[in-house]
């Protein structure tokens, strides 16, 4: 595992440090950038089929001809943006998670991100689940973090090895609850309302 220890993160306290940063995998990435690949080839598919059985595309300068390029400029122009998206949206969600909280940073679209915490002492259950036939071959899954409240969940998908980092946020857990319940130095201890009542001197009524 790599280690991330001297990683920069803004926001940290003096004794706190990242274990992990994750992202998605590749793998995912590349399967949806694949997908908008294969969905460029319909364009060159529809030309060919033009030339070859119509006489539409034959004048340059016909209507037909310009507007053909024109669609095909605007949805090219399409399949660029929402490749774009995809790596804007691989790169960007991220998972910190350090030895006392997990960061999850989210890109929605190109001008939307939100970044939500949850301290590890707050987690009830931490699940992962690989599911599909890209993911069990290149071992990536979904993680799911339980928190107290049923509707307060941390999702992130297509983790890298999501059984074993599963474990590790567990084990962070289990190492931070400890920490979290030893009783600080020189702090107040709790105190009896009962009374000691002074002894009665011999032969007092």
Avoid at 65 to 78: A, D, H, P, R, T
């Amino acid at each position: 595992m790599k280690d991330w220890s001297n990683y920069y993160l803004p926001g940290l306290s003096a004794d706190e440090r990242v274990d992990q940063v994750l992202r998605r995998h590749k793998v995912a990435l590349g399967s949806r950038i694949f997908m908008f690949l294969i969905g460029g080839i319909l364009p060159v598919v529809i030309v060919f089929l033009l030339y070859r059985f119509t006489i539409l595309l034959d004048d340059q300068a016909s209507l037909a001809y310009l507007l053909l390029v024109l669609l095909g400029s605007i949805f090219y122009l399409y399949i660029t943006l929402f490749i774009y998206h995809a790596w804007v949206d691989y790169y960007l969600d991220v998972w910190f998670i350090t030895n006392k909280r997990i960061i999850a940073t989210e890109q929605h679209g190109l001008f939307h991100r939100t970044t939500s915490e949850l301290l590890l002492n707050q987690i009830q259950d931490v699940s992962s689940e690989t599911k599909g036939f890209l993911p069990t071959i290149f071992r990536y899954g979904s993680i799911s973090v339980q928190t107290a409240s049923e509707q307060d969940r941390f999702m992130f998908a297509d983790v890298p090895n999501a059984d074993l980092v599963a474990k590790h946020i567990l084990d962070l857990h289990n190492a931070y609850q400890p920490a979290a319940s030893i009783t600080t130095p020189g702090a107040a201890q709790p105190t009896s309302n009962a009374q000691t009542l002074p002894p009665t001197p011999p032969g007092t009524v």
